[in-house]
T-cell receptor, first 108, second 115 residues
Framework: LAKTTQPISMDSYEGQEVNITCSHN???????ITWYQQFPSQGPRFIIQ???TKVTNEVASLFIPADRKSSTLSLPRVSLSDTAVYYC?????????FGSGTKLNVKP | EAGVTQFPSHSVIEKGQTVTLRCDPI?????LYWYRRVMGKEIKFLLH????????ESGMPNNRFLAERTGGTYSTLKVQPAELEDSGVYFC?????????????FGPGTRLTVT
């Protein structure tokens, strides 16, 4: 059974790069890895998705090692508005497994 | 373009009562998903519709939960009778054709409190 685990919380300061790692030891061959951002009273919002190696878009990068048992979301130069809960999620055969979320607190 | 909407935003009911949650997906999205987050735990998948058909309902906790999507548009999730452990936030999401894992758009959720 796929299971994702991630740190409960992280603190950072404005302008720093933040890396959040998610473990998914039982990831299956066909699983994709997706990261979401959630603000209070809102639903999760898609950030980035990948299968292997590195993926980059306008807001983040996603690093996935060769064994794919973990993934790291990298947020460059965070601002106060990046304070939110970040979820990793694996997808396999129409089943979705979310981590418990990492609460990122960005300080001035 | 309107996003995924859910109604109500918050519902407080007593144990034993019935509650119906509604989700309106993004227009044109055939895939509709229900998830639930119980306090302090991860978001869990409940079920997946493709148009009006249930593709996968393996995540539904028990037969007190009934989901429908008549006509392949909006969906309802009924809990009858509600129990204390049903409290949590229920999210709905929708996506387009599922050829590869496509981006899911989430609604704001319905916070259900069973007392």
């Amino acid at each position: 059974l796929a299971k994702t685990t991630q740190p409960i919380s992280m603190d950072s300061y404005e302008g720093q790069e933040v890396n959040i790692t998610c473990s998914h030891n039982n990831i299956a061959t066909n699983d994709y890895i997706t990261w979401y951002q959630q603000f209070p009273s809102q639903g999760p919002r898609f950030i980035i998705q990948g299968y292997k190696t590195k993926v980059t878009n306008e807001v983040a990068s996603l690093f996935i090692p060769a064994d794919r048992k973990s993934s790291t979301l990298s947020l460059p130069r965070v601002s106060l508005s990046d304070t939110a809960v970040y979820y990793c999620r694996t997808y396999n055969f129409n089943k979705f497994y979310f981590g418990s979320g990492t609460k990122l607190n960005v300080k001035p | 373009e309107a996003g995924v909407t859910q109604f109500p935003s918050h519902s407080v009911i007593e144990k034993g009562q019935t509650v119906t949650l509604r989700c309106d997906p993004i227009s044109g999205h055939d895939n509709l998903y229900w998830y639930r987050r119980v306090m302090g735990k991860e978001i869990k998948f409940l079920l997946h519709f493709v148009k009006e058909s249930k593709q996968d309902e393996s995540g539904m906790p028990n037969n007190r939960f009934l989901a429908e999507r008549t006509g392949g548009t909006y969906s309802t999730l009924k809990v009858q009778p509600a129990e204390l452990e049903d409290s949590g936030v229920y999210f709905c999401a929708s996506s387009q054709v599922l050829l590869t894992p496509s981006e899911q758009y989430f609604g704001p959720g319905t916070r259900l409190t069973v007392t």
